[in-house]
Nanobody, 122 residues
Framework: QVQLVESGGGLVQPGDSLRLSCAASGRTFGSYSMGWFRQAPGKEREFVAASWTIGRTTFTDSVNERFTISRDNAKNTVYLQMNSLKPEDTGVYYC????????????????WGQGTQVTVSS
């Protein structure tokens, strides 16, 4: 069983930056791919970014070149650095993990955090 705890959300203005963190329990963090998803009010949960066990990272087109994902396997933590935030980035951001290669599909992730709210508004 893996437990994930997100932190770092908040209320920011358009153009600001935020860094989300996701701390995982367990001693095999390096064997898990980590994903970030978000859900806006009234919308489906959508893929944002993933950090694969093999070092590859993937992003949804709308955040490419604004967001970066990184991981510190020694700290069992994955980060989502969000720059140039836009109102459409608003939502609850969830961290998820799965063994093996990364994925854009939420159904392929085994463990989820409770989410952290990000609100981008002037």
């Amino acid at each position: 069983q893996v437990q994930l705890v997100e932190s770092g959300g908040g209320l920011v203005q358009p153009g600001d930056s935020l860094r989300l963190s996701c701390a995982a329990s367990g001693r095999t963090f390096g064997s898990y791919s980590m994903g970030w998803f978000r859900q806006a009010p009234g919308k489906e949960r959508e893929f944002v970014a993933a950090s694969w066990t093999i070092g590859r990272t993937t992003f949804t087109d709308s955040v490419n070149e604004r967001f970066t994902i990184s991981r510190d396997n020694a700290k069992n933590t994955v980060y989502l650095q969000m720059n140039s935030l836009k109102p459409e980035d608003t939502g609850v951001y969830y961290c998820a993990s799965r063994r093996g290669l990364g994925s854009r599909w939420s159904s392929e992730y085994d463990y989820w955090g409770q989410g952290t709210q990000v609100t981008v508004s002037s």
